[in-house]
């Protein structure tokens, strides 16, 4: 009799968890690895082999893997543990962290719901907390499987275009959605596709937000506007109030931006209505670089009410746990785009107190920058420098990119007074 393979049992979680995810066979399953790393090899042969217990996966392809079977990080750490991918020192810290990461987060708990009440707002509910933990494959395979509710050809416009959107063509999802439109009676549920057609705005803006600045605007305003028409007919949906304040911060922004370049353009009616409609009702005839500044902060204390609203609710928040966290730290830097310096420190200090990570220092650096912009004291950017050297050693990748990306943004000042130590920072930490 042949013995067990070693690691069947890991073998058949992973096949358990590509089947749950939506896809049927290996090929389809390699398919999707590599929409997440175009350039991972295994074949059908190979993944089959790991399934059987036979071949262990590496740690990159166990990474995309995870990553596209949506696999929680107790899961992962578990599987991990078994293929014995981690070192025995610190196995340990491994399991202590695992212990941590099996208290069920606000997901598991929405997706629990919907398990045992599986009706169409607990649907919909776990499908939007989905997305906004980007978990874009799960979502797709949720509406691949999704149940009819109530009206069959309406349900099924409306998950043509949640798939339509997670795939970005989103040309055709805003098409879908408005057609749907077109066929809702509910309140409510003409809110949320307001609501949706709304995201897919934003989204958009968000994609082009640095290249074309007075385009994403463009996209911005057409969200803004559908998240207010959604809230006029349901005040109190916290996802939409969510989608909202962070719609307004980008709206804040990009007009704080294009004040501070002093880039500012005409719009186009025909190519940018809603830029060109909000510049006459802002200004009439001609736009004031000065007065963008002043409607940039009215769009900042809206996305400050908006977290507020966001984060007085906590305690029996529908929204899951990514949403969450960023409406803390956003509520706390939000301060600092108003001026509201002292609160702002509070605020991002008692983060830091809390939860010291890469995003809490970059965002001390940027209160830093934003300090200095107001008051010209040096002492602000050697705080600002201080925090992007803490940042840079909780996570080199992601601060890299933002200390490039945000050049002529959020750190202009720090870069034009401190370029040669801010490229020697990099050239420190760039391998």
Known sequence: ??????????????????????????????????????????????????????????????????EVMSLSPTEKGELLLTYKRVPSDFEFAVRDNLKAA??????????????NNPGRDSFNHYLKSLILEEQDQAAIALLKQAPTF????????????????LSGNYDFAVQAFELALNNVKAPKHHAEILLNIGTLHFQ?????EKKEPHQALNFYLKAHDLFEKSLALMPDELFTIDEHGRCAYHIGDTLLFIYKQKQIQSANAKTQPELAAAYQKWFGKKVSLKGLEQISA????????GYQKVLDRADNSPLPDKPMQEAVFFHAYV?????LFSMA???????????????????????GVMEYEHSAQEVHLDQAMQALTKALGFDKDSVLYLLRYERDRELKALWKAREEAMEALIKDHDE
């Open 1 to 66: 009799m042949p013995d067990t393979p070693e690691f069947k049992s890991a073998g058949a979680t992973i096949r358990r968890k590509r089947k749950e995810s939506g896809y049927k066979t290996q090929k389809a399953f390699i398919a999707a690895l590599k929409t997440v790393d175009p350039d991972i090899s295994c074949s059908e042969s190979y993944i089959s082999l790991i399934e059987k217990g036979v071949k262990t996966p590496g740690v990159h392809l166990l990474d995309v893997m995870a």
């Open 102 to 115: 099996a208290e069920p987060s606000r997901l598991d708990r929405i997706r629990s719901h919907y398990e």
């Open 150 to 165: 109530e009206n069959e050809i309406l349900e099924l416009q409306e998950r043509t275009a949640k798939m339509a959107s």
């Open 204 to 208: 958009q803006g968000l994609k082009i």
């Open 298 to 305: 009215q769009y900042f204390e809206q996305a400050k009410i």
């Open 335 to 339: 301060h600092a785009k108003l001026k």
């Open 345 to 367: 420190r509070v605020l991002i200090h008692s983060n830091l107190l809390l939860e010291r990570n890469w995003l809490t220092y970059f965002m001390k650096a940027g209160l």
